[in-house]
């Protein structure tokens, strides 16, 4: 289980543009990597248009927002595209990187219990360690809470 002050597990992962993406060249920043169930639902949608109204403050923080699923490359690209979103979408669909930050436990909806992806969020310092963890979130209102945090630990 991760938790507060470990060094964050390391990734390279390709993102909605074809790139690679890996936490090691991000170093020297925050990163804020968020976990989301599917792209293009609902709740997704609501959280990710949140990130991208808030990039403008996670920008003056020092910080880059990452939004990572299971969701194929092109469902990404298609995702970021219809919803204008000004971050990178990683692709994660063998969920090493979504196991490794625990965002892939059990849930249940009507009554049936399987494994998924929980809304979570992960806080990376620019030292590498884990700064922060939502091990839940909401999708309406996250965005913000974590710019408090970054707020916080400035």
């Not at 976990?35 to 923080?61: M, N, Q, V």
């Not at 490359?73 to 063998?94: C, R």
């Not at 196991?99 to 590498?128: C, H, Q």
Request: glycine residues 8%; charged residues 30%.
């Amino acid at each position: 289980m991760l938790k507060e002050g470990d060094p964050a597990p390391t990734f390279r992962l390709p993102a909605d543009d074809g790139g690679e993406i890996s936490l090691k060249d991000l170093r020297g920043k925050h990163v804020a990597l968020y976990f989301y169930p599917k792209a293009s639902t609902p709740g997704c949608t609501t959280e990710a248009i949140e990130f991208r109204e808030l990039k403008h403050e996670f920008d003056k923080l020092n910080a880059v927002i990452l939004g990572c699923s299971a969701d194929s490359v092109a469902a990404q690209a298609k995702f970021k595209e219809k919803q204008k979103l000004n971050f990178p979408l990683l692709s994660d669909p063998d969920f090493t990187v979504i196991e490794a930050y625990d965002a892939r436990r059990m849930k249940s909806f009507l009554g049936k219990s399987y494994l998924g992806i929980v809304r979570s969020t992960v806080l990376v310092g620019p030292n590498g360690k884990v700064e922060k963890i939502w091990p839940t979130a909401k999708s309406k209102g996250h965005a913000a809470e974590v710019v408090e945090a970054l707020k916080t630990l400035q």
